[in-house]
């Protein structure tokens, strides 16, 4: 564990008790919406989780460009455990997603909500990334392919919510307009805590992932130094 | 400057050359996309309108440069040529740049045989829509020649390149339908414009890190 | 339970049962690694017993 970050378990301290308060908020101090009733309280673990994924999907681009910059040996794995939380909260994204439109407009999937459709292609894009990462030889090739693609699949978000903007979307709720939330302030209050704890869990979930993904390459090596 | 843009165009000449040599892949994308189009018709229903064969185009389109493609770096790795092109003292993006010319040479020689076809087939083609094409085609052979080195370096070449490449297809679709069929295809143009400017700078810069050991 | 709180509680089920189901699979490594890591200890100390260098 690095030094300059707080460690691992203040972090997950911190996940637990943000999760408690937000359910706290969600269920008992938000008011209920007026037009959706109680499945907008769908919301506040539905947009946190995409969100998430974003940040996890951005987390390995970033990694991936410094793998490319840097050549440090410890950016790959870094940037695959990346994509694979995001593939992770990626898959809770459109559960979720279908749950709500099933609540809120009686169809478990539906084309013309655009975002649930370009998360769809995301999702596909980044298991595409797994095929490629497992179907080449393990080395400095294939560490340098999986960034690249991950830094594609992050230059292909914003043109996916560029998509989205384009094909006027009239069905899926877009609760932040341009000028704010339309929404109380105790409804805001509790997405804020509901999204920090989602995000402080992503990451200790991120950390525990990538200690399993460093351990397991350790002992490979220790493996093959033993066995000589 | 002068020098690299010579590199490309003599990349670009013998990926043409080959071609009009050995007459494999060309010829199987015109067959392709016609037989595609033929498909096509029989998979439409007879009475919706003229809308989704504008989408249907779009679908034969991916898919038939999905086949040249794949067969895209076939040249440079049946020859051990790939290796001595990235030794030799060129940029590799020079590479990229000059499988892509190329590649849109294939793909625009098969657009000239799909686009009348799917007038005289379906339904007509505006000048947005005919823009759209150009546009869309830029972004597929940019993006296309750099997944498709991607998949070259697997071993399941000819199934991965599909999987890798038609997620980054898709909004080359959604610019393509959208000016052919919208009311304001104008903006979908420029989305067009956008992605590829996107791609083709990531796809330019990204290259080297793809085909060297 | 009426319908809209059914599927609150399916979102708020769903998310906590992949949370649950990654702590199965991150286990299961787990107890792999430590499997590995202790047939490892295991090989060294046979080395060092009999008196090899183990590779540093």
New interface residues.
Partial sequence: MSMKTPSLTVIASGAATLAAVAVVMIFFVAPEDADQ???Q??FY??VP?ALTAYACFGLAAWKAFRL?TTRGERYDLESYTGVHQGT?FG??TL??GS??A??SWGVWWTWSSNQLVLFL??F??YC?YF??RF???AG??RE??S???A??GV??VP??F??IR??SDFIHPTVFTRDGPQMTGEMFAAFCASWASITL?AYV?YR??LA?KR??AN?RE??E??A? | MSAYLADVAALARKDLRLELRARDTLPAMLLFVLATLVVFHFALPADVGDDPAYGLLWVALVFTSLLGLARAWVPEREAGALDGLVLAPTDRSAIWLGKTIASLAFLGAAEVVALPAFVLFFAPLDGPALAGVVLASLGICAVGSLVSAMAAASRGREVLLPLIFLPLAIPIVVGGVGASISEEPSKFLAFLGLYDAVFAILSWAAFEYVVTE | MSSGEKYVAAAYGVFLVFVLFWVVIISTKLARLERETGELARLARARVAAGEPTDG
Avoid: N, Q
């Fill in positions: 009733g109680l499945s309280k769908i673990v539905h989780i490319l992770i898959a809770l559960v979720t749950i709500w099933k609540a292609v995301l596909l894009f595409a095929m490629l179907s080449i030889e400095p090739r340098r392919i960034a690249v693609y830094l594609f230059a292909l043109v996916s560029l998509a384009l094909a869990l979930m525990v992932e399993g351990t397991d002992l220790l493996r130094a033993l000589s």
